[in-house]
């Protein structure tokens, strides 16, 4: 129940002031090219194709979706890692797909990543003191050269590490310390918001339980703001307090975590859900569970109007006509029920009309 009230409040508080982030009708194609010598443009992978939401302050947002969804392109755009094809990404206002130089290193500052892989992410010939201490080179005044060490040893305590490690490399830690690594790494320079890529995907559950808690503890302290990208459904809506589901470049329905997973509108959602495993025999007993027929269309050729219609048992002619907005459905709007959030179906319902019996 605390858990439940503390969410709402934050959802509650978030309505009532201005978002830190605004991502409004963001666009990545990568082209493709056709030729060795004269390379000519024959199409292009639509990854990411017109998304909007906002985050606020002291919020995590969790972005699921199956893999190819286009998750991971949308955080490489936040970080400015990838260059937006069009759209905008506004931090307090400012938009970031517009910055260079100096302008963009004084806002990366302020927004950080933390990366999904642990063994990868770091560098194996650097200290531990040199990675987490490497932001300090790029932004001197953050912390001047004669405090670094302390301050990592710092970092590396509010992590749950030994701050004795620093001269250790990473291939001493296990997964798990690594991860705390790349945690305090994105903690280096106080930023106000991290991009969270799968950062528990490559970890071991006992272990994800405890990255999951370090991640809500240093939120409480620091007041960050948390974009959480993630496959897992369980993980992302125990540290989420708003959840956007996506589906080949789209963001299909977005919500608080309860309006999400507990009354579900767009037939994606309702079907992603119904796949979640059921520990309980006997509640899985007497569950329907969607199945869907076909395959998950090209981003390189998607389908007309909804991306989902062909798989969607819902899809009527208007599906491939008509590209639905994500916006309250007609047949809630106005009124006060979970089920009043925002989804991008012509024909969003809380209950499934068609289901297949598992």
């Not at 985050?55 to 949308?74: D, P, R």
């Amino acid at each position: 129940m605390a858990e439940l009230s503390k969410q709402a409040g934050k959802a509650e508080a978030a309505g009532q002031r201005e978002p830190i982030l605004q991502v409004r009708n963001l666009v990545k194609h990568f082209p493709l090219t056709q030729g060795l010598l004269l390379k000519k443009q024959v199409g292009a992978v639509k990854a990411v194709d017109g998304i909007s939401f906002d985050l606020y302050q002291g919020e995590t947002l969790g972005i699921v979706g199956e893999s190819g969804c286009g998750k991971s392109t949308v955080a490489k755009l936040l970080m400015t890692l990838e260059t937006a094809t069009s759209g905008e990404v506004l931090y307090k206002g400012q938009d970031i797909t517009k910055l260079s130089g100096r302008a963009l290193k004084a806002v990366r500052r302020n927004i950080q990543m933390v990366f999904q892989d642990p063994y990868t992410s770091l560098n194996p010939r650097m200290t531990v003191g040199d990675i987490i201490g490497e932001p300090f080179e790029i932004h001197p005044e953050v912390a001047p050269k004669g405090d670094r060490r302390k301050r990592v040893q710092e970092l590396l305590d509010v992590v749950g590490l030994n701050p004795e490690y620093v001269n250790r490399y990473p291939h001493q830690f296990s997964g798990g310390q690594r991860q705390r690594i790349g945690i305090a790494r994105g903690l280096a320079l106080n930023p106000e918001i991290i991009i969270c890529d799968e950062p528990v995907s490559a970890l071991d559950v006992s272990v994800q339980a405890q990255v999951i808690n370090l991640m809500e503890r240093l939120q409480d302290e620091f007041n960050l703001s948390y974009v959480f990208i993630a496959h897992d459904l369980s993980i992302v809506r125990h540290i989420s307090d708003r959840v956007g589901v996506m589906y080949l470049g789209k963001m299909a329905e977005i919500g608080t975590d309860a309006e999400i997973y507990e009354h579900p509108t767009h037939p994606y959602t309702q079907a992603l859900l119904s796949a979640v495993p059921v520990p309980d025999p006997e509640a899985r007993e007497g569950r329907e569970r969607i199945i869907l027929t076909g395959d998950v269309p090209s981003p390189a050729n998607p389908p007309s109007g909804c991306r989902f219609r062909t798989r969607c048992w819902k899809a009527e002619d208007k599906c491939a006509e008509e590209v639905p907005l994500l916006a309250v459905p007609t047949l809630y709007q106005g009124k006060d029920t979970p089920a009043a959030h925002a989804s991008a179906c012509h024909f969003a319902e809380e209950k499934p009309s068609v289901v297949s019996a598992a």
